[in-house]
Each structure stands twice: as structure tokens, then as C-alpha cells.
């Protein structure tokens, strides 16, 4: 039942890896089609694949860590606790993924490209299964990880909180 299920179990059966920003992951999709060099503006430039999609958990001991992509992302809930998502634009924002849609919860999010944020789990199970897709697809040279002190004067409203999310300060 998938109600009994662990993190462990999950990990197993998805065959999850440690990841630098997302906890685990498995890469469950990359288009076989690609954007050819110059088809789209930079950073995009040098070409990418259409899309690419993965699944990630989250656990206290293998958080999201503050980062961003250049690619929009589209951020799937599917089984365990909600995770509350900082996106650092705006003053900062507070959106919770997760299954509870009566208490505001969303089943999707999405994240536009460049945007740093983290996420800290809430609940009882401590762990979170969840996906991505982006688009177009994401090549290492996308991701950046997030300098803490930086954002925190850049979006003072939220410093506290960004300070806040122990995954999100090395």
C-alpha cells in the first residue's frame, strides 16, 4: 500500500540517486529532439534537448538546496508530505505542493526560469516525492546553486526566512 510505503522503499523502487540540489533523483525523460545551436536566444543558444522530465525526494538529510535553473520548471506533486517552496522574486513567495487542494495547497507548481528558490518538507512522513519538467530540457550548465548572504540582501523581506531553511545555507 502506498500509504505503508517509506523513503527507503520509494528510493528503491525508483531507483533514486543523491543529487546536489533535489535530494534524489532519476532522470525519467530527455527528448530525443533537440533545438539545434541558434534556434532559440541565449542563454539557450548553443542548442537543447526539446524537454526533460525527473522524478525527486526530498529528506531532511537530502534537502532541496537554494538554486536555480535557466529553464521553466514545472514542479509535480505525488506522494508523501507537502513541501513548502521559497521562490525569491517579488519579496519572496511561499507556495505549498502538496495534495490538501481545500487547505491551498497546489499540485503543481511552476517555477519560471531563473528563479532561485529551496523547499523544506512539512509533515509527518519527512520525505517528499515529487517531479519536474522543464523546457526546454536542462543541461548541467542551467543550474546554479544560490549564495545565501547575496539573496538574503537582495530580497531582505524573506532574509529571515531564507536563513530559516537549513537546506538552503551549506
Known sequence: MINDM???DVLKLLNLEPN???GFVRE???ATQAIAAGGLPAPFADGRPLGSALYFM???KAPVRLHRIRNDQLYHYYLGDPLEVLL???QGEHVIVGPDLRAGHRVQLLIPGNTFHTARIIGSKHWFLGASTEWPGVIPADVELGKPDVLMAQFPKVAADIRDYPQAVD
Do not use: F, H, K, W
Request: hydrophobic share 35%; proline share 0%.
Open 28 to 30: 525519467t525523460y530527455r
Open 6 to 8: 517509506t523513503a527507503d
Open 88 to 90: 525569491l522574486r517579488g
Open 20 to 22: 546536489a540540489t533535489c
Open 58 to 60: 526530498v529528506t531532511a
